[in-house]
Every structure is written in structure tokens, then in C-alpha cells.
């Protein structure tokens, strides 16, 4: 028997530790990292075989592949006797704006211009007073009143007091996340199950909460939370293309990586 450590036992157990995971959402991660770079289908044993790693039982991978059909986001498909899944044409358009956010490069300069912004959406942001936000100015805004200019005071800690406590949190998680990364020599499986739950944290924090510049952050959240993901993946990437190039009797290799794998988060720029 093996007695040393799982090197993922730290990312494992956070995940679980916040709940009964959403099947269904990893298996959506799984589908905008590995997936769709690949020609947008994967065979459920590999599918199976990379959440499994994470803990995921079989029994709960059918039941979340039932509810994305029934929902309309993903379609079953027949290869001789692989059974493979894809995006639906509707799970696609769906897909696409979230890409676009999780991948996008990381902010290259400080902020030094800011809009306060009245009212509107309530997009992005930090909320500094009732339907107030502050928000830097290169960001699009929604807004009934907006003023433009330089700031000319930030006390510490003032604007990352007032975000509400979950979004602290998931910076928090996602700190501890690339802590439990850093140093890791992972073989192909270990990197694409690790490159897997990296991203479904980012996509969680980045698609619900609004993405802060350094300057608004709280202390617990990384210094660059893009810049930090974005390095930690390239680590990771690899080892986990490896492993989708790789495949046996019952998995079948899959197709090779698109040009786009390499401009996530800017990495050609």
C-alpha cells in the first residue's frame, strides 16, 4: 500500500469542505479547460477518471450528466462503444462570455484613475455607501451618476471592510488553493485533476463576485489573484495537456489542443 501523502488532498478536501460539491458545475469546468480547447467532446471514462480523482463517484457523475441534458447544455453521443458528451448549440452561447472572463490576462498596470459610480446594475466594483460603488475607470459602468478622477484617499482596509463576507471567503479559499500548488511535481493525472480544481475555484470567484484591482483587496486574498491563477495554470498546463494527449484501451486519446489553449490569460501576449 501506498502511505504517502495525496499531494491533492489539500484542494480535495477544501472542496468538500464547503458542502456536497455541484457535480454538474465541475463537469462544466471540465468542459471550458480541457474540453472545448480539444474539439469539444470528451468520453465519459475520461470524464470519470478525472473527477474521480477528486472523489467523485460514478454514480454522481451519471446524475449530473442527466441534469445537463435535461437542461439543455450538453448532448450525449455515440462512438462504437464510447459514449461521448459535447456542448449543445444553446450550452455553447452560454459558454462563451464566461470564457472570456476566466481567461482573460491579467491587469498589467496599477489603477490610477476611479469612477464612483451612483446606482445602475450594481456590477463591479467595491459598494462604498448604499447603491455607491468605486470602481476603476477603464471598467465599463452602469451607472445613474458617475464621477471620474484620481483618488485622493484610501485608508487601509477601508474599501476591503466593506465586501461582503462570502466574497472575502472565496479570496480567502482561493489563496489556500494556490499555497497548497506551489512546489507540487504532479504526474499527468494528478496535474489535469489539480489544473481542474484550480479553475472551477477562479471560475466561481470570478463569475459571481466582481474582479477588485490590488489596491481594493483584503488582506487574506492574494496580492494578484489573475496573475497568481494565471502562473499556477501555466505550472500545471503541461503535465495536464499531457494526460489528454494520453489514452488506452478505454480511453481513447483526445484531439490535439487548439491555437486558443495558448492565449488563455494572455500567456502569448
Known sequence: MDARPDPLAPLIEALFAEGRPRIWSLVITVFGDSVQPRGGRIATTRLQRLLGRVGVEPGALRTALSRLRRDGWVVAEREGRASLYRLSES??????????????????????????????DGAGGVPVAPNLRLIPE???????????????????GVAAALLPEAHRAALAALAADLAALEGLALGPLDAAAARTLLVHRWRRLVLRWPELPAELLPPEAPAEPRAAVAAAWRALAPRAEAWLDAGDARMPPMPPAGPALARRFGADA
Do not use: K
Request: negative net charge.
Open 91 to 120: 450550452g455553447l452561447a452560454r459558454f462563451a462570455p464566461a470564457t472570456e472572463r476566466i481567461y482573460a490576462p491579467p491587469r498589467n498596470a496599477p489603477v490610477t484613475r476611479w469612477t464612483l459610480a451612483l446606482g445602475g
Open 138 to 156: 477603464e471598467t465599463a459602468v452602469d451607472a445613474e451618476l458617475a464621477v471620474t478622477g484620481d483618488l485622493s484617499a484610501l485608508a487601509p
